[in-house]
């Protein structure tokens, strides 16, 4: 399968633990971008990078929040002491950006957390 | 504030029918629209975007969308449902903000396809 790939799909961990997600874009996709869903809602928009530079954190990402992506290829998601309220599902997405505004992002299985 | 409606929380058709999900948007500037399903369990899938151009832009499963710019709406649209059709749309416009392009999305809208 070539498509964006997301682990682990399930996470399950208790208040205060720390948790870590890994994302793999399609190959060639120099963009990679993180969300986050909650039940009823669309996708809020994190963060993102181009290649390895992260160049925006939505507000939504508090201090607890880190992401990276060291060799402009898979990315990992961690959040620090887990609270209950980070219970969601957890989308990654990757695009090919050749300067055109109307990139198309494809999006991976998706993570789902719950904080306990 | 840029922003994008669905209205609808949820559409029921009979398989067969057409079916319109409806989507407005408020952007400043030319919009970038998209639509995506996502099946249960499952991440977005991309159906069809419009740029420029034709106001009627085709996409994947048979979908197809009609940008309107007096309205500002991209409802989208299938001129026969299908069972299989039964998710969960989201609509989507890509915005210029100060950090770059950003994607908003709506709150989505769940079809349900009545064999």
């Known amino acids: 399968d070539t498509g964006v790939s997301q682990d682990p799909r399930h996470k399950i961990t208790k208040r205060g633990q720390n948790v870590t997600f890994r994302c793999d874009p399609i190959?060639?996709?120099?963009?990679l971008y993180w969300y986050r869903q909650t039940l009823g809602q669309g996708p809020e928009f994190l963060t993102y990078?181009?290649?390895?530079?992260?160049?925006?954190k939505s507000r939504l990402l508090s201090d607890r929040f880190s992401a990276e992506r060291p060799k402009g290829s898979f990315s990992t998601l961690e959040i620090q002491r887990t609270e209950q309220g980070d219970s969601a599902m957890y989308l990654c997405?990757?695009?090919?950006?050749?300067?055109?505004?109307?990139?198309?992002?494809?999006f991976g299985p998706g993570t789902r957390l719950l904080v306990l | 504030a840029q922003s994008v409606a669905q209205p609808e929380d949820q559409v029921n058709v009979a398989e067969g029918n057409p079916l319109t999900v409806k989507c407005t948007y408020s952007?400043?500037?030319?919009?970038?629209l998209f639509w995506y399903v996502q099946y249960p369990n499952r991440g977005l899938q991309f159906l069809l975007k419009?740029?420029?151009?034709?106001?009627l832009v085709k996409g994947s499963y048979g979908f197809e969308a009609e940008f309107n710019k007096s309205q500002t709406s991209f409802h989208l649209k299938k001129p026969s449902a299908l069972v299989s059709d039964s998710a969960l749309y989201f609509c989507?416009?890509?915005?210029?903000?100060?950090?770059?392009?950003?994607?908003?999305f709506g709150a989505g809208t769940r079809l349900f396809v009545k064999a």
């Open positions: 997405a990757s695009s090919l950006v050749t300067g055109a505004r109307g990139e198309t992002q494809y």
């Open positions: 190959s060639e996709h120099n963009r």
């Open positions: 990078f181009q290649n390895e530079a992260q160049l925006e």
């Open positions: 952007v400043s500037g030319n919009p970038y």
């Open positions: 419009y740029i420029t151009g034709d106001n």
């Open positions: 989507a416009v890509r915005v210029l903000n100060t950090g770059g392009f950003k994607t908003i």
